[in-house]
């Protein structure tokens, strides 16, 4: 048995050790937010947070998280309104949307650890996870007015698992 909390839930896992925490949430949690999208954890639509950090779910064994704090897109604010979510509609970021969940993932842990970052910093920060429609530019501007934003009523639980 495997013992982690998602999404602020103890949960117990009885599954293969080796098992990538993305199957865990998708196959076994029924947690689909989160995307397979190249199993080698160079796409970045797997994206959650161990502990407030960002992470590919893709290539992290659930033994690995074991004991430790994930949070999911839907996770992330119960009624989807934390800032980053927020700001990705405002600027109608997605087009396609595979990615959207890895890419607010990414924004979010970004934020919380840089709070108003620079272009640079959040062209660093965000270049591991591909966009196939291009939207890079909506993606830079949504977090930025997410940076600037107040919290939302529901602040992302990205500084709680800090």
């Known amino acids: 048995m495997i013992n982690v909390t998602i999404n602020k839930k103890a949960i117990e896992l009885d599954v293969d050790p080796q098992m990538p925490l ?12 989160t995307k397979f999208g190249c199993g080698a954890g160079q796409c970045g639509a797997c994206t959650v947070h161990l502990n407030g950090q960002a992470i590919r779910s893709c290539i992290t064994p ?3 998280v074991a004991n430790q704090k994930i949070t999911t897109i839907e996770g992330l604010d119960e009624h989807n309104n934390n800032k980053v ?20 993932m990414s924004a979010s842990a970004l934020l919380a650890k840089t709070a108003n970052p620079s272009d640079k910093q959040i062209d660093d920060f965000m270049q591991g996870n591909i966009c196939r429609c291009g939207t890079y530019k909506r993606i830079k501007a949504a977090i930025k007015s997410a940076a600037n934003s107040e919290p939302s009523a529901n602040e992302n639980l990205v500084k709680e698992n800090r």
């Open 22 to 33: 993305l199957y865990a949430l998708r196959d076994e949690l029924q947690l689909t937010g």
């Open 62 to 64: 659930i033994s690995a």
């Open 85 to 104: 979510q927020i700001a990705w509609r405002e600027y109608k970021v997605p087009q396609c949307g595979y990615c959207q969940s890895g890419q607010i």
